[in-house]
């Protein structure tokens, strides 16, 4: 974890300046000054940022370096690798580099500029050495005319200079500058801010912030400590693909303008929320001693992000209805969603929840046409751990222990403050569920982990007095006398206006009459089909049928005969008993964390 601030005058600072002159074509320019010393500085960028495992290659948008000394007189300033260069100092006590970095990758990881509004990843925009890695940075920002508002989860001084112990907070702490709206509010005594990308006519800000609070309450509750040292900081962008990327005091969450106009996109939004900010916690300040200590050129390798990730995936939902934002319904179609998620994908049956952890830098974050049989996500399998882990572990102390207290314990253990040390090691968590619930369970969650075993969500939902409906849009179908939905296991992509083959389950009869991601399928038989068409053309089909697909594939048309199967299906359903025992509701209201009321 970072290390206690240092001042300026014990050790020199890095000085950034931060301008927007070309925004309207994506650039924001970098202007940094840096302590040197001999005759030579050597800087770097940046190849990935925490938080996001993939090789990002940032100094691939620094455009036009150069180098200069205090009396402006021009360095030679030489790129030695894809992210380094060399300034020949000539003996100077400090050099200035100036360079442009282009902003135009959306998404949470990267930096994005346009004319009404920047987000700094500083991973991508920021250069560093050795030495000034660990010395203070300070930022300062130069805001058009038409934009009004800067904000970081950064301490500023009175001028508003943005100020960072070191170069690892600087990293960790966005950049968003425009005209955003800042919602504030707060839990006990700790300020928090909703920060949207703008106005939006399509989004009720008070009951946002109003909800954001709730979670935040709850969440709190959880931990039962606050670890922010300062305003911590919602960013929402109303633009962007989907998603999410925690900071120790803030977070940047992208999703649609439209996202409250829909209940069910709302409740995914406040999902999201819940996620990130549980990071807070477990991943900032509570992460694998793998990924203490940041190497920022190449890969860092753990084999625990099931835990990091997928145990944040089981408590996202878990949070979100103890605050009182979603009912029991909505929360059980939530887990059945997540366990439906998990069991059509056959890569389960390929690695584990550790395997996959490990393959992240080329499995996850680099999804492919056959990702489906070949990987599983550890977000997912791991929110399936957790459930079955949480379970376990009240059933073997009689609903005296739970997850909840292992995780808190593990906080004790390896936060910033752990009696064992900054940073868990391999095997942590299973050690702390032993000492709470006994090697049976641990034994268990091994085998959870590093096996391609299914984790035993009937059992657990049994327990609880549940069941799981696998196939309830069959059922649906059968007792309405409406067609069974069939397919051919394969899943289509629409978005050019025509049926192109995304991905083909291994095992199913479009894997076994040959289909292939990109193929396009043409036509059933000899008749046409389209996007609009498909589904009702496939419905009318019998599961065993044997039929014939025409695709295009490499411009060429192929005939393939083929099989009708069942569909694989869209959902899930987590469904009570009719009449639970006493015991089973207590079981229940106990991990829900709510009082919940049966009607007869």
């Known amino acids: 974890m970072p290390a206690a601030p240092v001042l300026a005058d014990e050790q020199a600072a890095v000085q950034h300046r931060l301008s927007f002159p070309e925004r309207r074509n994506q650039y924001v320019h970098v202007s940094a000054t840096f302590p040197a010393a001999g005759e030579s500085l050597e800087l770097a960028m940046p190849s990935w940022t925490p938080g996001s495992y993939l090789i990002r290659d940032f100094a691939a948008h620094v455009e036009g370096l150069r180098a200069a000394d205090s009396a402006g007189n021009a360095l030679p300033a030489l790129k030695t690798a894809k992210n380094r260069w060399r300034i020949d100092t000539g003996g100077a006590a400090e050099v200035t580099v100036d360079y442009d970095v282009w902003g135009g990758e959306l998404n949470v990881s990267e930096s994005w500029v346009e004319a009404e509004i920047a987000l700094i990843n500083g991973a991508g925009v920021f250069l560093y050495n050795q030495d000034s890695r660990d010395r203070p940075q300070r930022v300062t920002v130069t805001l058009p005319p038409d934009w009004s508002r800067v904000s970081a989860a950064l301490e500023s001084d009175a001028t508003g200079v943005f100020l960072a112990r070191d170069f690892d907070e600087l990293v960790d702490s966005p950049i968003v500058a425009g005209n955003t709206v800042h919602l504030d509010f707060w839990v006990e005594d700790q300020v928090y801010s909703l920060i949207l990308s703008g106005e939006n006519p399509f989004w009720d800000d008070k009951k946002s912030r109003d909800d954001v609070q709730k979670l935040v309450l709850a969440h709190q509750a959880f931990w ?17 693909p989907y998603g999410g990327l925690e900071h120790d005091h803030s977070t940047v969450m992208m ?42 050129e190449r890969e860092m390798y753990s084999r625990e992000l099931w835990l990091a990730e997928g145990l944040t995936s089981y408590y996202d939902t878990l949070l979100l209805f103890r605050s009182g934002l979603i009912d029991v319904g909505d929360y059980f179609e939530l887990l059945a969603k997540e366990i439906r998620d998990y069991e059509t994908v056959p890569g389960r049956e390929v690695r584990s929840a550790e395997l996959a952890s490990f393959d992240t830098w080329v499995k996850h974050y680099q999804p492919d046409g056959n990702s489906v049989n070949s990987t599983v996500s550890y977000y997912r399998k791991g929110a399936l751990i957790g459930f079955v882990t949480d379970f376990a572990i009240r059933r073997a102390t009689r609903n005296g222990r739970s997850l909840d207290d292992v995780m808190r314990e593990m906080y004790r253990r390896y936060g910033p403050e752990g009696e064992e040390g900054v940073g868990y090691p391999p095997g942590a968590f299973e050690d702390v569920v032993e000492s709470m619930a006994g090697a049976e369970v641990r034994a268990i969650v091994e085998d959870m982990l590093r096996t391609t075993g ?111 199967q069942h569909a694989i299906p869209e959902s899930f359903q987590v469904v009570p008993k009719p009449r639970l025992s006493k015991r089973e509701k207590q079981r229940l209201e106990a991990w829900l964390g709510r009082e919940l009321i049966f009607k007869r």
């Open 255 to 296: 999703c649609s303008p439209w996202q409250m106009r829909s209940q069910g996109d709302y409740t995914k939004w406040l999902s999201l929320v819940s996620h990130e900010f549980f990071h807070a916690w477990n991943v900032r300040r509570l992460r694998p001693a793998a990924l203490i200590e940041y190497d920022y």
């Open 224 to 240: 039962r400590e606050n670890p922010f040292e300062r305003k911590y900081l919602f960013f929402n962008f109303f633009m962007g």
């Open 454 to 564: 299914d984790p035993a969500v009937d059992e657990a939902l049994e327990w609880y007095g549940l069941s799981l409906n696998r196939s309830p849009g069959r059922e649906l179908a059968e007792a309405a006398g409406a067609p069974i939905p069939t397919g051919f296991g394969v899943s289509w992509d629409t978005s050019e206006g025509h049926l192109l083959v995304e991905e083909v389950v291994r095992g199913s009869t479009g894997a076994d009459a040959g289909l292939l991601p990109g193929d396009e399928l043409v036509a059933i038989g000899d008749f046409r089909v389209t996007p609009a068409t498909y589904a009702a053309r496939v419905q009318r089909l019998e599961p065993g049928e044997s039929i014939e697909l025409l695709v295009t594939r490499h411009e060429r048309l192929l005939r393939l005969p083929a099989t009708v």
